[in-house]
DNA sequence: CCATCAGTGAACGGTACGTTCTCTGTCCGC
DNA sequence: GCGGACAGAGAACGTACCGTTCACTGATGG
């Protein structure tokens, strides 16, 4: 917590400078994040919580997405590899789990906000999608190959559709009913939809 | 267009009450709408396009939501019923299109902008669901209904994941991607996801 | 050791909020 | 058909935060 230098007027004290300064900003932007929420977080109110200035923000993030977008970053720490349990159940259970238990968390409370607010910008929305959902789909449709090199699974079901629908629905979850998700919602979404979809892929030039 | 009325002072003027204001509000609503969006829509503007004070506004509707949720209800007919071909897939395909082309409407950009503004408060997001999504649902549960009637698919189908999944992927896509959502994927939700999962529906009491 | 760079805090104009004020048209009971 | 209550119009207010610009001065590198 570098936010605790308290009164120091930077003008004249110690004026920081590189990682030290981006510290603190990243420090007061988790800080507000976590108490007043994305919504309410102002770059005004980062700005005197780091004793920095806003034009300092302003040089550094066009707005507080991009802003909270660093600060999320610069605290999160490698991505898990993806699970391989050997069962293509445990493995969607635990990626499912693993980002449901993430969307509980000051990132929820960040995702939440930053979907809010770029809803209204479609260009916006896609770049988003890119930086959250990307890495999610990657580590499914590992798990999805995997399963299919085990034949437990037609190749067809490697679909971008049939990938993404499984976390869109966590997702959905998320913004509609908040977090935390509970896990018999996960259970569902594998055992009921998910699953039976998978199996039963076939694929389009079999129709033919 | 009622809110053709020009540049009369209502402080002089035919002073509206009761219905006349009421249209005169919405229409302006409407209109804004239309014009600039959801999210650049204020209260100002819409008080001064319908050349009625802030004060009637926010004497009748706390915030722009409940003014845009009033607007479109005023606005907004009745309700198809429920598609009924004989066949459970274009019954399904029947109401998603349906849902899609609404969300591709002044409609969809209400509901875009209603969801951004309540996404940070689980409380009104779960107002504005039942709202909106209820709707639907019934009507999913009515061809589900049929379709068990007719035996194509088991009575354990009809349980309420498995029918708010589909509008719920719809309009995750529609947040997503935006409108107009590709028929493709309506197919794809329908033929790949929702049919297999209704059809492997199996009843928790068939695996004790 | 000094010129340049860069951070601080303050102030600005702007937008929209939600409230409150005065003035006055409209309605209802009598 | 009259007069008081009710309620709408428009303007002004204080608040909050935006994104920018300013003068001042500490830190840095040649």
Partial sequence: MAAAAGAVDHRKGPRRRGEA????????????????????????????RAHASKASLYKRWP?????????????????DPAPDTGSLREDVLT?????????DSLFGEAA????????????????LRANMFTGRN??????????????DIPEAAIKPHLIEF????????FLIHGAPIPDHVL?????????????NATDPADLE
């Fill in 112 to 127: 939440r906000g930053l979907m809010a607010e770029n809803l209204t910008n479609p260009e916006r929305t896609a770049n």
């Fill in 21 to 48: 300064l981006y510290s603190a900003i990243f420090d007061a932007t988790l800080a507000e994040l976590a108490e007043v929420g994305y919504w309410r977080l102002a770059m005004e109110r980062v700005a005197a």
């Fill in 138 to 151: 990657r580590l499914m449709r590992e798990i999805l190959e995997r399963a299919v090199a085990r034949g």
């Fill in 63 to 79: 707005n507080r997405a991009e802003l909270v977008i660093a600060a999320l970053h610069h605290q999160g720490g490698e991505p």
């Fill in 166 to 173: 499984a976390p869109a629905l966590v997702d959905h979850h």
């Fill in 95 to 103: 990626l499912l789990r693993r980002g449901a238990q993430r969307l």
């Fill in 187 to 199: 259970r569902h979404i594998v055992d009921d939809i998910l699953l039976p979809a998978l199996t």
